[in-house]
């Protein structure tokens, strides 16, 4: 079994009455490249007559976020003209590139009527030769995503965002090889993966608590893997979901500042001049 080396519990960071923990990036951890940042929304109930998510129009340059919308719902919009609003269930892929401006925002109906509300977003990082790609964006709901039944255990189902598992395909197609999955776990359920020593692994405890390989974790946690060949061996000690990915790090620098994520404190500041002359699109209400 692959050797644990450290866990990484959420920081509270409230975003107005939006309840938000992070566990990366912390003063522990920077990042699992190419995985660089978590902020876990919720779970919360909201009233009826709210605002809603707080994400108005704001720019993006060289990565990508993946959105899991576990409970409420997410209205997209972004300067390459894309428009959706995608529920309970579904994922949102979006591949900022060479720049775009979007928002992420709660639906008028979801604004209207309240409910629960728990949402991740999950920023992935593009390599220097894909960072002044094309943006794009897909989102996709619940029935449009492959899930499965583990076949070893009726008690794991596997909604598998991307890469491939067991001859199952994922539902995006990636710039990078990445696997990228939502694992929901009933009580007692087990699951077991093999990953290359070569590839970084992100394992997030969204809900419950689990057992991998021999140490307990609870939910909101980051689980840190040690590189070396062998298997995650995991079991829900009650009702559960994670989100486990893997992928090769692209072992270059990584300079972040804000909404942009590049190689170099000059390309950095080429974003912000882009992004004040207008070179990410235009915002249209």
Avoid at 50 to 58: A, Q, R, T, V
Avoid at 183 to 195: P, R
Wanted: hydrophobic content about 35%; aromatic content about 10%.
């Amino acid at each position: 079994m692959k050797t644990i080396k450290q866990i990484h519990p959420g920081e509270f960071r409230p975003i107005a009455d939006l309840i938000t923990y992070s566990p990366m990036p912390t003063q522990r951890l920077q990042y699992l490249d190419p995985f660089l940042f978590l902020n876990h929304h919720g779970h919360q109930t909201y009233a009826k007559g709210n605002n809603g998510l707080p994400f108005g129009p704001h720019p993006h340059r060289g990565m990508e976020t993946v959105t899991f919308i576990l409970e409420g719902d997410i209205s997209h919009k972004d300067s390459s003209g894309h428009e959706s609003v995608i529920e309970a269930g579904g994922v949102q892929w979006m591949t900022a590139g060479k720049g775009l401006i979007h928002a992420e925002v709660s639906s008028d109906q979801f604004k209207k009527e309240g409910g629960p509300l728990e949402i991740l977003q999950l920023w992935v990082n593009l390599p220097a030769k894909h960072k002044m790609t094309a943006p794009k964006y897909i989102g996709l709901q619940k029935e449009e995503i492959n899930t499965f039944t583990y076949p070893e255990d009726e008690k794991v189902t596997i909604q598998l965002i991307a890469g491939e598992w067991n001859g199952e395909k994922g539902a995006f197609e990636t710039l990078n090889p990445i696997f990228l999955s939502t694992i929901h776990m009933n009580e007692g359920g087990k699951f077991t993966k093999e990953v290359p020593s070569s590839e970084n692994i992100f394992f997030y405890v969204v809900r419950g608590t689990v057992n991998v390989n021999g140490t307990e974790v609870g939910f909101r946690n980051l689980v840190e893997f040690a590189n070396q060949d062998g298997t995650l061996e995991v079991s829900a000690s009650e009702d559960a979901v994670i989100i486990l990915g893997h992928a090769k790090p692209f072992m270059e620098p990584i300079v972040a500042q804000g909404p942009f994520v590049m190689n170099s404190q000059q390309e950095i500041m080429q974003a912000y001049q882009d992004y004040q002359q207008g070179k990410f699109g235009h915002w249209v209400d």
